[in-house]
């Protein structure tokens, strides 16, 4: 990244998920935020690179709820197209909105340990 203490985010959820939108970004923020890097949710940024997270979620018959989230880095290429790198994402259950977020947080940790080796940790730098 050409400024690699920034890193910018995109979040979206369907109307399934037990949480708001607001509790995500704040999870994702959190999580961002505590690897001393700055963070704004948009597309690009500085890098035209940013953190891609969508979560789809439904209530199950069991009370609980499936939610399949995709959390990848996006680049924006030519003429605005997107260009998407590795999931962190996942499906899962659980059995409340707590789990969910958590199950973000972890994800968005994946997701940013990486970001950081590149740009900090490894010898390329």
């Known amino acids: 990244a050409d400024d690699p203490e920034t890193l910018h985010y995109w979040y979206t959820h369907n109307d399934g998920c037990p949480w708001t939108e607001i509790e995500a970004e704040n999870v994702i923020e959190g999580v961002i ?19 891609n997270t969508t979560a789809r979620c439904l209530e199950t018959s069991s009370g609980g709820y499936a939610a399949n989230f995709d ?6 290429g030519a003429k605005g197209s997107i260009l998407y790198e590795q999931s962190y994402g996942g499906l899962l259950t659980m059995s409340s909105k707590q789990f969910g977020l958590d199950s ?22």
């Open 33 to 51: 935020k505590r690897s001393r890097i700055k963070t704004d949710h948009g597309t690009g940024g500085p890098n035209e690179v940013y953190l």
């Open 71 to 76: 959390v990848k880095f996006g680049e924006v």
């Open 104 to 125: 973000l947080k972890t994800l968005i940790e994946d997701a940013v340990t990486d970001f950081v080796e590149v740009n900090f940790l490894s010898e390329s730098n």
